[in-house]
């Protein structure tokens, strides 16, 4: 099976609230579908959950304890230190799945109830493999504007002292981030950008493009697939509870390499380029940034 990249995703409410099992393990799912995904990390109950799949994904495990693999001897490991859980994780031949840490603009005033605090929260920052998602909203968010730039300001700063490329979030804030991101020497992930205006200038910095299913319904990403150059442009899911969101429908993890794969055929039809070529594109663009 190809391997497909999911550069931005989440882990799903109803995982989070599931007892972890080796059998409905989401993020074990995703890699049983040859899906690679970037999960962001928003608080430490995430993580926890990260990288207890990572433990447990090991074929003989998860074929010898499918109904009652305990992991709370993983779990207190994790509170322990995160330099252990990495070596623990390569020891048990983890299969590829990266990790982002971020705070989430949503969630700006609320730093330390996310990260308990500033330190625990660098210290994620410093073994991820992404800074995100992060930056500003002046839609969803209810989170005055001032404090979100502050936070997201503190996390680039982090982003530059640890040379991490950064997942950006910009919903009606575009020229605002614009104008603070060009401060710094960085490597930039655009996710779910919803505006016709400054996609060259985003462009001219280097950054990338994160297309989801919203392509199907959304005229301004449509748009943006015609204008951004192949080269430039990854796929997403950003999570479970997203796509329901938008699709108002129930979604199963199971279908999510389908919902990946339609994207590709959509960007390939938009940008009339065979699919396969999209396809091979696209994760030679997901190869780089991961290897940078």
Same mark, same amino acid.
């Given at each position: #099976?190809?391997?497909?990249?999911?550069?931005?995703?989440?882990?799903?409410?109803?995982?989070?609230?599931?007892?972890?099992?080796?059998?409905?393990?989401?993020?074990?799912?995703?890699? $049983?579908?040859?899906?690679?995904?970037?999960?962001?990390?928003?608080?430490?109950?995430?993580?926890?959950?990260?990288?207890?799949?990572?433990? *447990?994904?090991?074929?003989?495990?998860?074929?010898?304890?499918?109904?009652?693999?305990?992991?709370?001897?993983?779990?207190?490991?994790? &509170? $322990?230190?995160?330099?252990?859980?990495?070596?623990?994780?390569?020891?048990?031949? #983890?299969?590829?799945?990266?990790?982002?840490?971020?705070?989430?603009?949503?969630?700006?005033?609320?730093?330390? +109830?996310?990260?308990?605090?500033?330190?625990?929260?660098?210290?994620?920052?410093?073994?991820?493999?992404?800074? +995100? &998602?992060?930056? #500003?909203?002046?839609?969803?968010?209810?989170?005055?504007?001032?404090?979100?730039?502050?936070?997201? &300001?503190?996390?680039?700063?982090?982003?530059?002292?640890?040379?991490?490329?950064?997942?950006?979030?910009?919903?009606? #804030?575009?020229?605002?981030?614009? $104008?603070?991101?060009?401060?710094?020497?960085?490597?930039?992930?655009?996710?779910?950008?919803?505006?016709?205006?400054? *996609?060259?200038?985003?462009?001219?910095?280097?950054?990338?493009?994160?297309?989801?299913?919203?392509?199907?319904?959304? &005229?301004?990403?449509?748009?943006?697939?015609?204008?951004?150059?192949?080269?430039?442009?990854?796929?997403?899911?950003? +999570?479970?509870?997203?796509?329901?969101?938008?699709?108002?429908?129930?979604?199963?993890?199971?279908?999510?390499?389908?919902?990946?794969?339609?994207?590709?055929?959509?960007?390939?039809?938009?940008?009339?380029?065979?699919?396969?070529?999209?396809?091979?594109?696209?994760?030679?663009?997901?190869?780089?940034?991961?290897?940078?």
């Amino acid at each position: #099976m190809k391997k497909i990249y999911d550069f931005h995703t989440h882990i799903s409410k109803k995982a989070l609230t599931c007892k972890c099992k080796c059998n409905d393990n989401e993020i074990v799912s995703y890699i $049983d579908q040859g899906i690679v995904p970037i999960i962001n990390i928003q608080n430490l109950e995430e993580f926890k959950y990260y990288k207890t799949a990572e433990c *447990i994904y090991d074929r003989e495990v998860l074929n010898s304890n499918k109904e009652n693999f305990n992991c709370n001897i993983l779990i207190y490991r994790i &509170e $322990d230190s995160v330099e252990a859980i990495e070596k623990l994780a390569e020891e048990h031949g #983890m299969s590829d799945a990266y990790f982002s840490v971020g705070v989430h603009p949503f969630h700006a005033d609320q730093v330390k +109830g996310s990260f308990a605090n500033l330190s625990a929260f660098e210290s994620l920052v410093k073994n991820a493999d992404f800074v +995100g &998602e992060i930056g #500003m909203d002046n839609c969803w968010s209810k989170a005055d504007i001032l404090v979100q730039k502050d936070v997201f &300001e503190k996390c680039l700063i982090l982003a530059d002292k640890y040379n991490k490329k950064v997942i950006l979030h910009t919903k009606n #804030m575009e020229k605002e981030i614009l $104008d603070v991101i060009k401060k710094y020497e960085l490597t930039y992930i655009v996710h779910w950008y919803d505006c016709e205006d400054y *996609i060259q200038e985003y462009l001219d910095l280097g950054s990338y493009f994160t297309i989801g299913p919203a392509v199907f319904t959304n &005229e301004k990403i449509v748009k943006l697939v015609e204008k951004c150059p192949i080269d430039k442009l990854l796929i997403e899911t950003d +999570g479970i509870d997203a796509i329901e969101w938008l699709k108002n429908e129930k979604i199963e993890v199971t279908d999510i390499r389908g919902i990946l794969e339609s994207v590709i055929e959509k960007i390939s039809q938009i940008k009339k380029i065979d699919k396969d070529k999209v396809y091979d594109q696209i994760n030679d663009n997901s190869v780089k940034l991961l290897k940078l």
